[in-house]
């Protein structure tokens, strides 16, 4: 049975860091579809796409909000993925989710949450100004 749990989560300053991580129990890091992705959600909004990683390859994808801030990596010996957020701002405040596809999802189609078979139950990041 597949299990994602998020950490990392907490209250912060706008400019500060927060690194989220996401454990992932009963998946296959070994399985060759496997992409890992970052959503998020504020209230009164549609939960949205923040990045996401082909496991095998390595390969990144970022929404435009959080380019050039947010980096996506892995980490294959622990089945975890980790999603290090800097210059942190007030409208990244959301519960962060971690899902996880493992039918070789990429490109555009990787931005779509319905694309994702596994989720987590979230973590929430408080931006404050």
């Known amino acids: 049975q597949v299990r994602l749990v998020e950490s990392g989560g907490g209250l912060v300053q706008a400019g500060d860091s927060l690194r989220l991580s996401c454990a992932g129990v009963g998946v296959a890091s070994t399985f060759s579809s496997l992409t890992m992705g970052w959503f998020r959600q504020s209230p009164g909004n549609e939960r949205e796409f923040v990045s996401a990683?082909?496991?095998?390859?390595?390969?990144?994808i970022y929404a435009d909000s959080v380019k050039g801030r947010f980096t996506i990596s892995r980490d294959n010996a622990k089945n975890t993925v980790h999603l290090q957020m800097d210059s942190l701002k007030p409208e990244d405040t959301a519960v962060y989710y971690c899902?996880?596809?493992?039918?070789?999802?990429?490109?555009?189609?990787?931005?779509?949450?319905?694309?994702?078979?596994?989720w987590g139950r979230g973590t929430q990041v408080t931006v404050s100004s």
């Open positions: 990683i082909r496991w095998r390859a390595g390969s990144t």
């Open positions: 899902a996880a596809n493992m039918r070789g999802v990429w490109g555009r189609d990787a931005f779509q949450r319905s694309e994702y078979d596994y």
